[in-house]
DNA sequence: TCATGTATAATTGTATACAATAAAACATCT
DNA sequence: AGATGTTTTATTGTATACAATTATACATGA
């Protein structure tokens, strides 16, 4: 089991407070509630059939996750994402991933080897049908078998959070069955590099992947989604 | 005003949960709870004269800022680092203190760059003074004024938390003199290359840095701190 | 009409009471 | 003595009451 299933387990599922935390972060990676709308207490509360304090408690913890903001006295606000924001973590994201492929080339498994092949030949057929659905979870799911494989649960824990982060952003601008084909191609290289035992092939493949990511969105229009936001 | 600040700010210093986070967190990072050590509600909320409701939020908070862990229905504990966590903290933070350099380069403000100066002459005073204390208040801020000229906030964010957690392994592993100076030499090649607009240099100058301050620690008995602990 | 002040309502912040769970102490049996 | 089961205690989880703060509606005057 990886430490990202862990993390969200310590997170204490089964209390109430644990399923407003996960409904809640659901429901605004998912795109339910806007950017900068207010998430008021007794009106999630009430919601979910709790009383305030499992809610305030969730909300600490969504503010640390960086997708509310709360200001004293104030209100809870959905954290908004700003095109700028999105290139940084790409490019944050770029070196970060890149160094986890080199770590999960050295301390990979064998199950998890087989599970990135089956991965990659599971997701050459969604590509090749447009099943966008089923290749978003893919996606997620070779990005973090290299989370796990990486034997660093400091560099997992970071990459899991950005993962997330960017999910929200996935929603907005669409992926084309195009791009669905090239990314598994390079989760295609990216594993055979790490079979093979190239370490620095496969730094230089997942960095390159990340980039190629960025590039798509931008061309799918990213700064359009957010042209009516500051730039900071 | 760097984001550091402002985050700090947004977390309600004046409230009663402001407050008792504050606290907790400095105790935490100073080293006065040990590590693995059970948090009472109740115990702490009494030293600080309130309730348990903001305790336990702040626990919340304290939790995915890392320095707890919150076992459900058990109880809050101090988040032990492992001699690997410190490995990979530093792995991490050499390539992004690298990026940011690179981008406090192209970034940097008159002023930023005038306190940078200031800061590793100051720093030469003290460091052939052996004044440690001071040394570590100006290597803070040295690294603070890169961070916020890098003009990325989610960057800012992530190195400001890492080093916050590399301040509770820096009062264990004690800071020689010989290496206060070798670091101020580092601070000033960096600041230098910065002023002469060169990015490539800057960028890798910050990540050898980070680099000698992990290999220094090593020889100062990182491991010997650790010994005791599982390595994962 | 607009600005200002005041009263009202809505919302967050905190304390406390009670419920649920886990830990500890104790008793009992073999 | 040691293992097992039960009672007691301690601690966390949640709901709710009340206080403090902020937002809104309204009234008043220029």
Redesign the interface.
Known sequence: MSSYDVKKE?T?K??LR?RVFNRLREDILSGKYEEHEELKEVAIGEELGVSR?PV??AF??L????LI????NKGAYVTGITA??VK??Y??RS??EG?CARLATENITEEQLEELEENVYLAAFHASKGHMEQMTELDNRFHHILYDACN????E??LVDFHQYVARIRQKTLSTKERGIASNNEHRQIMEAIKAGNADEAERLATLHMNNAYNNMVKNGLYDIYKNEEQ?
């Open positions: 310590v204490d089964y209390s644990g304090t305030r408690e600490r913890q503010e640390l996750e960086g903001q709360i200001i004293p700028k924001d940084d973590i490019m944050i070196s970060l160094m660093s649960k400091m560099l824990r970071l900071e």
